[in-house]
């Protein structure tokens, strides 16, 4: 189950996939994908699970299919460090490109990407710096206010604890403010960061559904 909002004039829809979509300009929204942070760990020496990256490559081209995406928008941290350069990554991240060949890519710069450089000339990526104006949205990496537009942005990685004791789950967040939203981390391979569950509305990942939180 999804969940309409709208903010800066424009309808955005809330996914289960953590992610946004955009209606009026055919827009997928992705924050903080980190495609290539499993390799980049391995890289250092630090056992972690294998196949993140597809399952994050598989889970966009299952939205890029069933919305009928026109256009991705990134909003940062796309490739985790320049260690996920590693052929393995940027070749299956080539594999998935060339499946959705005529699918606009924009990459809008966060603080991994300044890190890991811009994603290889071949896969046909716009890269710009925040704030990227798309009707009256500023998305943006970094959580900031642009006048005259409603910000939406990553890198915090929002979750919020519901629940008690034995019970109690940490959950990605989309965490909508006055001025300012910020979507979940997209990748498979991320760490969340909790955020004050009175601050502005909250809209929790729950498996399947995005549920609004109340108080």
């Known amino acids: 189950m999804t969940v309409d909002v709208e903010v800066g004039g424009e309808r955005v829809v809330l996914l289960p996939e953590r992610a946004a979509y955009v209606p009026a300009h055919g827009a997928l929204l992705v924050a903080d994908a980190h495609v290539g942070k499993a390799v980049s760990f391995r890289r250092l020496g630090v056992p972690v699970p294998r196949g993140t990256t597809s399952e994050t490559l598989e889970r966009l081209s299952v939205l890029v299919e069933r919305h009928r995406v026109r256009h991705v928008v990134f909003l940062g941290d796309f490739l985790h460090s320049a260690r996920a350069h590693a052929p393995s990554t ?27 450089g811009d994603p290889p000339a071949e896969l046909g990526v716009e890269v710009v710096d925040e704030p990227y104006r798309l009707g009256g949205l500023a998305l943006c990496h970094h959580p900031r206010t642009v006048p005259g537009a409603y910000a ?6 929002p979750c919020v604890h519901v629940g008690r004791g034995l019970d109690r789950l940490r959950l990605p967040c989309f965490h909508l403010g006055d001025e300012i939203g910020v979507l979940p981390a997209f990748g498979a391979f991320t760490g969340m ?11 929790v990942v729950a ?5 609004p939180l109340a108080g």
């Open 207 to 211: 498996e399947t559904e995005v549920v």
């Open 90 to 116: 940027l070749g299956a991240v080539a594999r998935w490109r060339r499946r959705h060949d005529t699918l606009r890519l924009t990459l809008v710069r966060g603080n991994h990407d300044r890190h890991a």
């Open 193 to 203: 960061h909790p955020v004050e569950r009175r601050s502005g509305r909250l809209f």
């Open 152 to 157: 939406l942005a990553g890198h915090l990685h």
